[in-house]
DNA sequence: AGATTTACGGTACGGACCGTACCCTACTTG
DNA sequence: CAAGTAGGGTACGGTCCGTACCGTAAATCT
């Protein structure tokens, strides 16, 4: 429960307005994500905790939904790509980082949004940005380091290929509807699909 | 519009019960997921529909969701994998079946439900059932053929390997939330990702 | 056949929420 | 200082879920 300036506004003032309102309300509403989830979180409420009403929400956003995918931002948090000198290291640790982040309260949220958002592809898109993990730059970077390494063919360098592994851990979860994927799956995947598929044809085996 | 035991009793009975009732139930709610999709469906509707009313429905089903993925079952279509003489061919021709069929009503019907069962692993199996398109035992099926004619490694004949370009194309529409995947991303699956993978570093590359 | 139990049908209702409308008032702007 | 804009308070229509009651047809039992 970090101190955001939600709530009634201090005693000082009279009225917020603008930039401090809508932060205000955001806030409110992530407040409300994380204790009760997209699920729990109703207009009214958050518009009793930030100290307001249903209008200054209406005039911001269109929608419940709306409202929600913008305070999801003040959630996310990103993930790093990490450097660990290998590239099955990189990977491995890379969706570990991920389960770890599907499988938190954070990451139960997401996949409510994600839900919730199946329709609209902008905000989805907006998701996408957020949650970061479907970025095929890291993947390239990463990639990029384990080819000048020889871990990898040259031809491995294509956003499709390059991010085969975060796609098929992520599906465990929005199709599967695991609450977290077993350390087993994540070896499974970098073992059996994506370092044999990033080696090609031109790479031993090792 | 099938005709169905929708609708109130026949003339000449006067009260259903037990297997046919459910079955005028299903098929109203049926009906009522194709007309308005999942979001559209409301129990009194399919009550009436079904010219009963709710409490028959409490009876069976314990909410919304759980009737609306049983009536599912009667709209799903099973897809059956090709067998087109080649490994290419196979698997592209089991892609455009799969994107043909998420992209139509049906499909659409199934995203719905997917997302709103996300939080439920029980009828997220149910839905995983009725599509089919995960089962695993028909990639195995069409992999085996390759192998035999020396299209494949025999490495490949894994569950997760052989089901990637599929979980793939899922992904560009549970997550990506598109209407329609082009058919060059189709290509660029079996081409870039399925394919070398499949292949294994013992193959050529032709 | 008559009595008993079960399952339907009809209906009504509580409760939760979304989204909108009005009106008054504080703040900002010119 | 006047006019315009944006908040605040509040109420309401509307939808829909899920539940409760109660009378009655149909199956089951004796």
Excluded at 121 to 141: I, K, R, V, Y
Excluded at 164 to 193: H, K, Q, S
Aim: aromatic share 4%.
């Amino acid at each position: 429960m970090p101190e955001r300036p939600t709530g009634p506004p201090a005693a000082g003032q009279t009225r917020r307005r603008g930039a401090a309102l809508e932060d205000a309300i955001l806030g409110a509403a992530a407040d409300e994500l994380a204790e009760s989830g997209y699920a729990g979180l109703t207009m009214d409420k958050v518009a009793a905790r930030a100290g307001t009403n249903k209008n200054a929400l209406y005039r911001r956003w269109p929608n419940r939904l709306a409202l929600a995918v913008a305070a999801y931002r003040r959630l996310a948090t990103t993930i790093q790509p990490p450097d660990t000198g290998s590239l099955r290291g990189d990977v491995l640790e890379w969706l570990r980082q991920a389960n770890r982040y599907w499988s938190s309260p954070q990451g139960a949220i997401l996949r409510e949004l994600l839900a919730a958002a199946g329709g609209t592809a902008e905000l989805l898109a907006q998701l996408q940005e957020q949650s970061g993990d479907a970025a095929a730059a890291p993947w390239l970077t990463i990639l990029g380091r384990a080819i000048a390494r020889g871990e990898a063919s040259p031809e491995a360098l294509h956003p499709r290929v390059a991010t085969v592994a975060m796609t098929l851990l992520r599906n465990e979860f929005v199709v599967r509807g695991a609450p977290t994927a077993p350390d087993e799956v994540l070896v499974e995947i970098v073992d059996e699909v994506y370092l044999p598929l990033v080696r090609g044809r031109g790479l031993p085996p090792a």
